[in-house]
């Protein structure tokens, strides 16, 4: 049997926001390996200039990153295992870095601008 698509039951404001996450895990300007193997702490978040935001060299639609300064999102990756909450940063699990989200391709965009 197939292993279930979205397996946490997700929204999408939920897969968005950790799909971000998971590309910040990935960019030395934004997080470190965090002390659990498969872990990343993320130091700080994208600041958007207009209608966009810049990922490295991709570029976010400031209208698909609406769930990094939302709270409830963040309680609810937290409830599911996905992230960790701290004072100052927050830890992305290995199972939030693994997690198959599907949306990468939708909201991350690699294009010059």
Not at 47 to 74: C, K, M, Y
Not at 80 to 94: A, C, E, F, N, Y
Not at 98 to 105: K, Q, V
Request: glycine share 8%.
């Amino acid at each position: 049997m197939p292993a279930k698509k979205n397996p946490l039951n997700l929204n999408a404001l939920q897969l968005r926001t950790l799909t971000l996450l998971q590309e910040l895990a990935c960019l030395a300007d934004f997080s470190r390996p965090g002390e659990e193997p498969g872990s990343f702490v993320i130091a700080s978040l994208p600041l958007p200039h207009g209608d966009h935001f810049h990922l490295g060299e991709a570029v976010v639609a400031s209208r698909d990153a609406t769930g990094l300064r939302n709270p409830a999102v963040w309680a609810a990756l937290e409830r599911k295992g996905l992230v960790r909450s701290q004072p100052d940063h927050v830890i992305l699990t290995p199972l939030g870095f693994a997690y198959e989200t599907g949306m990468r391709g939708a909201i991350i965009h690699t294009h010059a601008h």
